[in-house]
Protein backbone atom coordinates (compact mmCIF):
# COMPACT_ATOMS: atom_id res chain seq x y z
CA UNK A 1 0.00 0.00 0.00
CA UNK A 2 1.08 3.59 -1.16
CA UNK A 3 1.16 6.09 1.79
CA UNK A 4 1.83 9.67 1.82
CA UNK A 5 4.83 10.93 3.01
CA UNK A 6 3.82 14.24 2.88
CA UNK A 7 0.72 14.59 5.47
CA UNK A 8 -1.76 17.11 4.56
CA UNK A 9 -3.20 19.29 7.47
CA UNK A 10 -6.93 18.53 8.65
CA UNK A 11 -9.04 21.14 8.34
CA UNK A 12 -8.93 21.72 12.11
CA UNK A 13 -4.89 21.90 11.68
CA UNK A 14 -5.68 24.32 8.63
CA UNK A 15 -8.10 26.60 10.71
CA UNK A 16 -6.09 26.71 13.52
CA UNK A 17 -3.42 28.15 11.43
CA UNK A 18 -5.54 30.48 9.98
CA UNK A 19 -5.97 31.68 13.58
CA UNK A 20 -2.87 31.95 14.76
CA UNK A 21 -0.55 32.13 11.95
CA UNK A 22 0.77 35.83 11.81
CA UNK A 23 0.92 35.52 8.09
CA UNK A 24 -2.77 35.30 7.91
CA UNK A 25 -3.62 38.13 10.22
CA UNK A 26 -6.17 40.61 9.21
CA UNK A 27 -6.75 38.22 6.14
CA UNK A 28 -10.75 36.76 5.51
CA UNK A 29 -11.88 34.08 3.74
CA UNK A 30 -15.38 33.49 2.96
CA UNK A 31 -15.18 29.79 2.25
CA UNK A 32 -13.75 27.16 5.13
CA UNK A 33 -11.03 25.21 5.74
CA UNK A 34 -13.28 21.93 5.35
CA UNK A 35 -14.03 23.55 1.86
CA UNK A 36 -10.10 23.52 0.83
CA UNK A 37 -9.21 19.96 2.25
CA UNK A 38 -12.64 19.01 0.55
CA UNK A 39 -10.84 20.19 -2.99
CA UNK A 40 -7.55 19.46 -2.49
CA UNK A 41 -7.67 15.84 -3.19
CA UNK A 42 -5.72 12.69 -2.41
CA UNK A 43 -2.20 14.28 -3.97
CA UNK A 44 -0.44 16.53 -2.11
CA UNK A 45 1.98 18.10 -5.04
CA UNK A 46 4.68 20.62 -3.33
CA UNK A 47 5.10 23.75 -5.37
CA UNK A 48 8.57 24.30 -4.35
CA UNK A 49 9.52 27.43 -6.37
CA UNK A 50 6.17 29.34 -5.59
CA UNK A 51 6.01 28.63 -1.89
CA UNK A 52 9.96 29.69 -1.87
CA UNK A 53 9.42 32.28 -3.31
CA UNK A 54 6.50 33.45 -1.77
CA UNK A 55 8.08 32.76 1.84
CA UNK A 56 11.39 35.26 0.47
CA UNK A 57 9.18 37.98 -0.94
CA UNK A 58 7.00 38.32 2.50
CA UNK A 59 10.11 38.18 4.77
CA UNK A 60 11.90 40.91 2.14
CA UNK A 61 8.66 43.12 2.55
CA UNK A 62 8.56 42.95 6.44
CA UNK A 63 12.49 43.37 6.92
CA UNK A 64 13.25 46.03 3.62
CA UNK A 65 12.34 49.19 3.47
CA UNK A 66 10.80 48.38 0.52
CA UNK A 67 11.26 45.92 -2.42
CA UNK A 68 11.49 47.31 -5.70
CA UNK A 69 11.54 45.22 -8.82
CA UNK A 70 12.16 45.67 -12.85
CA UNK A 71 9.38 44.19 -15.17
CA UNK A 72 11.06 41.42 -17.41
CA UNK A 73 10.78 40.24 -20.54
CA UNK A 74 12.40 37.26 -20.79
CA UNK A 75 14.87 34.87 -18.55
CA UNK A 76 17.88 36.10 -19.68
CA UNK A 77 16.56 39.70 -18.39
CA UNK A 78 15.66 38.22 -15.20
CA UNK A 79 18.79 36.52 -15.03
CA UNK A 80 20.69 39.97 -15.54
CA UNK A 81 18.57 41.56 -13.30
CA UNK A 82 19.80 38.98 -9.92
CA UNK A 83 23.12 38.95 -10.90
CA UNK A 84 22.70 43.28 -10.48
CA UNK A 85 21.60 42.66 -6.75
CA UNK A 86 17.68 43.49 -7.73
CA UNK A 87 15.44 41.17 -4.98
CA UNK A 88 12.94 40.60 -6.79
CA UNK A 89 11.24 40.27 -10.54
CA UNK A 90 8.11 42.07 -11.83
CA UNK A 91 6.09 39.68 -14.68
CA UNK A 92 4.01 42.13 -16.51
CA UNK A 93 0.97 41.04 -18.79
CA UNK A 94 1.47 44.57 -20.38
CA UNK A 95 5.02 43.31 -21.75
CA UNK A 96 3.92 40.01 -22.63
CA UNK A 97 1.12 41.29 -25.18
CA UNK A 98 3.51 43.42 -26.20
CA UNK A 99 6.29 40.51 -26.95
CA UNK A 100 6.23 37.55 -25.08
CA UNK A 101 2.61 35.57 -25.71
CA UNK A 102 1.24 32.09 -26.81
CA UNK A 103 -0.60 33.44 -29.75
CA UNK A 104 2.54 34.48 -31.23
CA UNK A 105 1.60 38.68 -31.92
CA UNK A 106 1.97 41.75 -31.00
CA UNK A 107 -0.75 43.21 -28.82
CA UNK A 108 -1.79 46.78 -26.42
CA UNK A 109 -2.40 45.84 -22.71
CA UNK A 110 -5.93 44.84 -23.05
CA UNK A 111 -5.80 41.30 -22.34
CA UNK A 112 -6.04 39.98 -25.45
CA UNK A 113 -3.57 37.11 -25.44
CA UNK A 114 -4.02 33.48 -24.45
CA UNK A 115 -4.90 33.25 -20.27
CA UNK A 116 -1.63 30.96 -19.75
CA UNK A 117 0.99 32.92 -21.42
CA UNK A 118 2.11 34.62 -18.22
CA UNK A 119 2.29 31.61 -15.91
CA UNK A 120 4.23 30.31 -19.35
CA UNK A 121 6.87 32.91 -19.27
CA UNK A 122 7.29 32.89 -15.52
CA UNK A 123 7.96 29.40 -16.14
CA UNK A 124 10.70 30.31 -19.14
CA UNK A 125 12.20 32.49 -16.25
CA UNK A 126 12.17 30.37 -13.31
CA UNK A 127 13.60 27.84 -16.03
CA UNK A 128 16.61 30.05 -16.71
CA UNK A 129 17.00 31.22 -12.79
CA UNK A 130 17.72 27.33 -12.37
CA UNK A 131 19.99 26.69 -14.84
CA UNK A 132 21.99 29.68 -13.63
CA UNK A 133 21.93 27.89 -9.99
CA UNK A 134 22.60 24.94 -11.78
CA UNK A 135 25.87 26.67 -13.67
CA UNK A 136 27.13 28.26 -10.62
CA UNK A 137 27.07 25.56 -8.38
CA UNK A 138 28.55 23.55 -10.44
CA UNK A 139 31.30 25.80 -11.12
CA UNK A 140 31.87 25.92 -6.94
CA UNK A 141 29.87 29.50 -6.28
CA UNK A 142 26.92 29.35 -4.50
CA UNK A 143 26.53 33.13 -3.51
CA UNK A 144 24.15 34.39 -5.51
CA UNK A 145 20.40 33.31 -4.58
CA UNK A 146 19.52 33.02 -8.18
CA UNK A 147 15.66 32.23 -7.52
CA UNK A 148 14.61 35.79 -6.84
CA UNK A 149 10.78 35.69 -6.32
CA UNK A 150 8.44 36.73 -8.85
CA UNK A 151 5.55 38.77 -8.82
CA UNK A 152 3.37 38.64 -11.64
CA UNK A 153 0.25 40.39 -13.49
CA UNK A 154 -3.68 38.19 -13.65
CA UNK A 155 -4.98 40.90 -14.93
CA UNK A 156 -8.10 40.87 -14.26
CA UNK A 157 -8.88 37.16 -13.93
CA UNK A 158 -9.78 36.92 -17.85
CA UNK A 159 -13.08 36.10 -16.57
CA UNK A 160 -15.24 35.11 -13.98
CA UNK A 161 -14.58 33.25 -10.25
CA UNK A 162 -13.66 29.81 -11.97
CA UNK A 163 -10.81 31.91 -14.66
CA UNK A 164 -9.26 33.82 -11.78
CA UNK A 165 -9.23 30.30 -9.82
CA UNK A 166 -7.48 28.54 -12.38
CA UNK A 167 -4.70 30.97 -13.55
CA UNK A 168 -3.81 31.58 -9.78
CA UNK A 169 -3.33 28.08 -9.59
CA UNK A 170 -1.55 28.09 -13.19
CA UNK A 171 0.78 30.50 -11.61
CA UNK A 172 1.90 29.01 -8.56
CA UNK A 173 2.45 25.88 -10.49
CA UNK A 174 4.86 28.04 -13.19
CA UNK A 175 6.49 28.99 -9.49
CA UNK A 176 5.22 32.52 -8.99
CA UNK A 177 5.68 34.39 -5.69
CA UNK A 178 2.96 36.93 -5.68
CA UNK A 179 0.47 37.64 -8.20
CA UNK A 180 -2.02 40.62 -8.43
CA UNK A 181 -6.05 40.82 -9.83
CA UNK A 182 -7.26 44.09 -10.62
CA UNK A 183 -11.21 45.40 -10.67
CA UNK A 184 -11.93 46.15 -14.37
CA UNK A 185 -14.07 43.93 -16.85
CA UNK A 186 -12.39 41.46 -18.33
CA UNK A 187 -13.83 41.99 -22.00
CA UNK A 188 -12.90 45.48 -22.32
CA UNK A 189 -9.85 45.47 -19.74
CA UNK A 190 -7.76 48.44 -20.45
CA UNK A 191 -4.04 49.45 -19.15
CA UNK A 192 -3.93 51.64 -16.00
CA UNK A 193 -2.66 54.94 -17.90
CA UNK A 194 -5.79 54.01 -20.99
CA UNK A 195 -8.79 55.48 -20.97
CA UNK A 196 -12.19 53.66 -21.08
CA UNK A 197 -11.64 51.62 -18.23
CA UNK A 198 -15.07 49.98 -16.89
CA UNK A 199 -14.85 48.85 -13.67
CA UNK A 200 -16.76 45.53 -12.01
CA UNK A 201 -19.00 45.84 -8.87
CA UNK A 202 -16.80 45.33 -5.81
CA UNK A 203 -18.25 42.28 -4.90
CA UNK A 204 -17.32 40.90 -7.98
CA UNK A 205 -13.73 42.38 -7.45
CA UNK A 206 -14.02 40.88 -3.60
CA UNK A 207 -14.85 37.56 -5.15
CA UNK A 208 -11.88 36.92 -7.41
CA UNK A 209 -9.69 37.46 -4.67
CA UNK A 210 -11.14 34.84 -2.86
CA UNK A 211 -11.53 32.73 -5.41
CA UNK A 212 -7.39 33.29 -6.07
CA UNK A 213 -7.15 32.47 -2.41
CA UNK A 214 -8.78 29.53 -2.30
CA UNK A 215 -6.95 28.33 -5.37
CA UNK A 216 -3.39 28.86 -3.15
CA UNK A 217 -4.89 27.37 0.27
CA UNK A 218 -5.96 24.22 -2.19
CA UNK A 219 -2.46 23.80 -3.41
CA UNK A 220 -0.92 24.76 0.13
CA UNK A 221 1.20 28.03 -0.68
CA UNK A 222 1.14 31.16 0.95
CA UNK A 223 1.32 33.21 -2.47
CA UNK A 224 1.42 36.92 -1.71
CA UNK A 225 -2.51 38.78 -3.03
CA UNK A 226 -2.17 41.67 -4.39
CA UNK A 227 -5.27 44.02 -4.90
CA UNK A 228 -5.39 46.72 -7.53
CA UNK A 229 -8.16 49.55 -8.36
CA UNK A 230 -8.32 51.24 -11.44
CA UNK A 231 -10.92 53.31 -9.60
CA UNK A 232 -8.94 56.82 -9.54
CA UNK A 233 -9.27 56.94 -13.28
CA UNK A 234 -12.17 54.47 -14.49
CA UNK A 235 -15.53 56.35 -14.61
CA UNK A 236 -17.45 53.42 -15.90
CA UNK A 237 -19.09 50.29 -14.15
CA UNK A 238 -20.72 47.26 -15.31
CA UNK A 239 -23.31 47.04 -12.20
CA UNK A 240 -25.26 49.25 -9.76
CA UNK A 241 -25.50 46.06 -7.46
CA UNK A 242 -22.96 46.61 -4.58
CA UNK A 243 -24.19 49.45 -2.30
CA UNK A 244 -20.14 50.25 -1.86
CA UNK A 245 -20.37 51.48 -5.20
CA UNK A 246 -23.67 53.39 -5.22
CA UNK A 247 -22.19 56.52 -3.75
CA UNK A 248 -20.17 57.07 -6.81
CA UNK A 249 -22.42 56.35 -9.67
CA UNK A 250 -24.00 59.07 -11.42
CA UNK A 251 -27.13 58.31 -12.96
CA UNK A 252 -26.14 58.18 -16.57
CA UNK A 253 -25.90 55.20 -18.78
CA UNK A 254 -23.35 54.83 -21.88
CA UNK A 255 -24.19 52.98 -25.49
CA UNK A 256 -23.32 50.10 -23.74
CA UNK A 257 -25.40 50.32 -21.17
CA UNK A 258 -22.13 50.72 -18.21
CA UNK A 259 -23.30 53.41 -15.37
CA UNK A 260 -20.89 56.67 -15.21
CA UNK A 261 -19.68 56.61 -12.06
CA UNK A 262 -17.41 59.83 -10.37
CA UNK A 263 -13.60 58.48 -10.77
CA UNK A 264 -11.01 59.81 -8.19
CA UNK A 265 -9.54 59.47 -4.49
CA UNK A 266 -12.62 58.31 -2.67
CA UNK A 267 -13.85 55.74 -5.00
CA UNK A 268 -9.93 54.19 -5.08
CA UNK A 269 -10.16 54.40 -0.97
CA UNK A 270 -13.61 53.30 -1.03
CA UNK A 271 -12.61 49.82 -2.90
CA UNK A 272 -8.89 49.72 -1.39
CA UNK A 273 -10.89 49.41 2.13
CA UNK A 274 -13.19 46.95 0.69
CA UNK A 275 -9.97 44.87 -0.99
CA UNK A 276 -7.89 45.03 2.45
CA UNK A 277 -9.71 42.14 3.81
CA UNK A 278 -8.97 39.64 1.05
CA UNK A 279 -5.25 40.87 0.08
CA UNK A 280 -2.19 41.18 1.26
CA UNK A 281 -1.17 44.35 -0.58
CA UNK A 282 -3.39 47.00 -2.31
CA UNK A 283 -2.38 49.03 -5.04
CA UNK A 284 -3.87 51.93 -6.59
CA UNK A 285 -3.68 52.32 -10.02
CA UNK A 286 -2.57 56.27 -10.66
CA UNK A 287 -1.89 59.02 -13.72
CA UNK A 288 1.28 60.40 -11.97
CA UNK A 289 4.02 59.66 -9.80
CA UNK A 290 2.71 62.01 -6.40
CA UNK A 291 3.92 61.64 -2.93
CA UNK A 292 0.84 63.58 -1.99
CA UNK A 293 -1.66 61.28 -3.28
CA UNK A 294 0.48 58.20 -2.43
CA UNK A 295 0.09 59.31 1.21
CA UNK A 296 -3.06 60.22 1.27
CA UNK A 297 -4.06 56.84 0.02
CA UNK A 298 -1.71 54.99 2.39
CA UNK A 299 -3.28 56.95 5.60
CA UNK A 300 -6.96 56.58 4.11
CA UNK A 301 -5.88 52.61 4.03
CA UNK A 302 -4.25 51.86 7.47
CA UNK A 303 -6.34 54.45 9.08
CA UNK A 304 -8.34 51.46 8.92
CA UNK A 305 -6.03 48.54 8.20
CA UNK A 306 -2.49 49.84 9.77
CA UNK A 307 -0.87 46.61 9.02
CA UNK A 308 -1.96 46.26 5.57
CA UNK A 309 1.37 46.38 2.82
CA UNK A 310 0.91 48.35 -0.24
CA UNK A 311 2.25 48.63 -3.59
CA UNK A 312 3.28 51.06 -6.07
CA UNK A 313 3.26 51.25 -9.95
CA UNK A 314 6.65 53.01 -10.71
CA UNK A 315 5.32 53.69 -14.29
CA UNK A 316 7.04 54.38 -17.58
CA UNK A 317 4.27 55.70 -18.98
CA UNK A 318 5.08 58.59 -16.35
CA UNK A 319 7.03 61.77 -17.75
CA UNK A 320 9.07 61.49 -14.69
CA UNK A 321 11.17 64.57 -15.47
CA UNK A 322 8.08 66.80 -16.34
CA UNK A 323 6.37 65.55 -13.18
CA UNK A 324 9.12 65.49 -10.16
CA UNK A 325 12.84 67.42 -9.99
CA UNK A 326 15.95 65.41 -9.65
CA UNK A 327 16.38 65.49 -5.63
CA UNK A 328 12.47 63.86 -5.52
CA UNK A 329 13.21 61.11 -8.43
CA UNK A 330 16.28 60.30 -6.12
CA UNK A 331 14.03 60.13 -2.97
CA UNK A 332 11.00 58.87 -4.42
CA UNK A 333 10.98 55.34 -3.41
CA UNK A 334 12.51 55.79 -0.23
CA UNK A 335 9.54 58.26 0.59
CA UNK A 336 7.15 56.05 -0.35
CA UNK A 337 8.66 52.92 1.41
CA UNK A 338 8.23 55.11 4.55
CA UNK A 339 4.36 55.12 3.82
CA UNK A 340 4.17 51.29 3.32
CA UNK A 341 4.04 50.98 -0.45
CA UNK A 342 6.26 47.71 0.49
CA UNK A 343 6.62 46.68 -3.42
CA UNK A 344 7.64 49.04 -5.80
CA UNK A 345 8.12 48.07 -9.57
CA UNK A 346 9.10 49.58 -12.69
CA UNK A 347 6.57 47.27 -14.74
CA UNK A 348 7.68 47.60 -18.31
CA UNK A 349 11.36 48.17 -17.80
CA UNK A 350 11.87 44.77 -20.01
CA UNK A 351 10.54 46.54 -23.49
CA UNK A 352 12.40 49.70 -22.61
CA UNK A 353 15.73 48.68 -22.64
CA UNK A 354 14.96 46.22 -25.03
CA UNK A 355 13.49 48.45 -27.62
CA UNK A 356 15.83 51.22 -27.02
CA UNK A 357 19.34 49.46 -26.30
CA UNK A 358 18.32 47.80 -29.72
CA UNK A 359 17.79 50.96 -31.74
CA UNK A 360 20.55 52.31 -30.37
CA UNK A 361 23.22 49.69 -31.21
CA UNK A 362 21.26 49.31 -34.88
CA UNK A 363 21.13 53.16 -35.71
CA UNK A 364 24.90 53.28 -34.74
CA UNK A 365 25.65 49.68 -36.92
CA UNK A 366 23.92 51.31 -39.69
CA UNK A 367 26.37 53.92 -40.27
CA UNK A 368 29.63 52.84 -38.44
CA UNK A 369 29.00 48.50 -39.07
CA UNK A 370 31.86 47.01 -36.35
CA UNK A 371 33.05 50.62 -34.71
CA UNK A 372 29.38 50.72 -33.32
CA UNK A 373 29.27 46.99 -32.02
CA UNK A 374 32.55 46.93 -30.42
CA UNK A 375 31.57 50.02 -28.42
CA UNK A 376 28.45 48.03 -27.44
CA UNK A 377 31.56 45.03 -26.72
CA UNK A 378 33.86 47.60 -24.87
CA UNK A 379 31.31 48.47 -22.98
CA UNK A 380 30.35 44.67 -21.83
CA UNK A 381 33.90 44.44 -20.73
CA UNK A 382 34.32 47.50 -18.57
CA UNK A 383 31.04 46.42 -17.14
CA UNK A 384 32.94 42.98 -15.55
CA UNK A 385 34.47 44.92 -12.87
CA UNK A 386 30.95 45.01 -11.35
CA UNK A 387 30.34 41.60 -11.86
CA UNK A 388 28.87 41.67 -15.85
CA UNK A 389 29.53 38.31 -16.94
CA UNK A 390 27.28 37.71 -20.28
CA UNK A 391 30.79 39.01 -22.61
CA UNK A 392 31.33 34.92 -22.42
CA UNK A 393 28.13 34.70 -24.08
CA UNK A 394 28.21 30.61 -24.53
CA UNK A 395 29.68 30.16 -20.56
CA UNK A 396 26.59 32.61 -19.45
CA UNK A 397 23.88 29.83 -20.96
CA UNK A 398 25.32 27.21 -19.45
CA UNK A 399 27.68 25.09 -21.95
CA UNK A 400 30.32 24.72 -18.91
CA UNK A 401 27.47 22.81 -17.37
CA UNK A 402 27.17 20.82 -19.86
CA UNK A 403 30.59 20.42 -20.41
CA UNK A 404 30.56 18.38 -16.89
CA UNK A 405 27.32 16.42 -17.95
CA UNK A 406 28.95 15.10 -21.04
CA UNK A 407 32.36 14.83 -18.73
CA UNK A 408 30.41 12.91 -15.79
CA UNK A 409 28.95 10.40 -18.58
CA UNK A 410 32.12 9.66 -20.18
CA UNK A 411 34.09 9.25 -17.26
CA UNK A 412 36.38 12.65 -17.57
CA UNK A 413 37.65 11.49 -20.97
CA UNK A 414 35.36 13.37 -23.16
CA UNK A 415 37.02 15.10 -26.38
CA UNK A 416 33.87 16.61 -27.38
CA UNK A 417 33.21 19.43 -24.79
CA UNK A 418 32.18 22.91 -25.79
CA UNK A 419 34.29 25.44 -24.11
CA UNK A 420 37.59 23.86 -24.54
CA UNK A 421 38.94 25.36 -27.59
CA UNK A 422 36.06 27.44 -28.35
CA UNK A 423 36.99 30.82 -29.77
CA UNK A 424 35.44 32.34 -26.76
CA UNK A 425 38.36 30.58 -24.12
CA UNK A 426 40.76 31.92 -26.77
CA UNK A 427 39.67 35.63 -27.41
CA UNK A 428 38.08 36.14 -24.12
CA UNK A 429 40.98 35.98 -22.03
CA UNK A 430 40.59 34.84 -18.06
CA UNK A 431 37.31 32.90 -17.28
CA UNK A 432 35.06 35.37 -15.29
CA UNK A 433 35.60 35.35 -11.40
CA UNK A 434 32.83 34.16 -9.24
CA UNK A 435 30.74 37.09 -8.03
CA UNK A 436 28.29 37.52 -5.16
CA UNK A 437 24.94 39.99 -6.17
CA UNK A 438 25.80 43.42 -5.74
CA UNK A 439 23.56 44.96 -2.93
Known sequence: MITSVNRRATASELKGDWETNPRWRGIKRDYTAEDVCRLRGTVHIEHTLATRGAQKLWQMMHERPFVNSLGALTGNQAMQQVKAGLPAIYMSGWQVAADANDAGQMYPDQSLYPADSVPNVVRRINNTLLRADQLYHAEGSDEIDWLAPIVADAESGFGGVLNAFELMKAMIEAGTAGVHFEDQLSSVKKCGHMGGKVLIPTQEAVQKLNAARLAADTLDVPTVLMARTDAEAANLLTSEVDENDKPFITGERTAEGYYRVRAGFDQAVSRGLAYARYADMIWCETGTPDLVFAQKYAE????????????????????????????????????????????????????????????????????????????????????????????????????????????????????????????????????????????
Open 300 to 439: AIRKVYPDKMLAYNCSPSFNWRKNLDAATIAKFQRELGAMGYKFQFVTLAGFHVLNYGMFELAKGYAHEQMSAYVRLQDAEFAAEAMGYTATRHQREVGAGYFDAVTQAVQGQQSSTTALSGSTEEAQFEDAPQKVAAVG
